[in-house]
Nanobody, 123 residues
Framework: QVQLVESGGGLVQTGGSLRLSCAASGLTFSSYVMGWFRQTPGKERQFVAGITYSGGRTRYADSVKGRFTISRDDAKNTVYLQMNSLKSEDTAVYYC????????????????WGQGTQVTVSS
């Protein structure tokens, strides 16, 4: 059974940091591009960051560049999202996703999704 499980969300103050983790099982993790998306109520799920096989290339949404860092540990079948200098507008449910093709910012290109983890940034 293919599964992605996010963890690490929570409540943090403006300017604080959180690290999200996404543990994969049931798939050949090293063969997948991994991405992070986020969604707020009433809005479409949006791309946050992505990382290619072996971590050779990364891609970020403009809104998080310089603050968020995506990384992966293929030995642990886990992808991470380090979030620094958090802002209230970063409040959302964060989802990780897996893509067998290329590093895309489109959610339609991702095949497997986790259940999401809530991140709330308070002022």
């Amino acid at each position: 059974q293919v599964q992605l499980v996010e963890s690490g969300g929570g409540l943090v103050q403006t300017g604080g940091s959180l690290r999200l983790s996404c543990a994969a099982s049931g798939l050949t993790f090293s063969s997948y591009v991994m991405g992070w998306f986020r969604q707020t109520p009433g809005k479409e799920r949006q791309f946050v960051a992505g990382i290619t096989y072996s971590g050779g290339r990364t891609r970020y949404a403009d809104s998080v560049k310089g603050r968020f860092t995506i990384s992966r540990d293929d030995a642990k079948n886990t992808v991470y999202l380090q979030m620094n200098s958090l802002k209230s507008e970063d409040t959302a449910v964060y989802y990780c996703a897996a893509d067998r093709t290329y590093l895309s910012a489109s959610l339609n290109d991702y095949d497997v999704w986790g259940q999401g983890t809530q991140v709330t940034v308070s002022s």
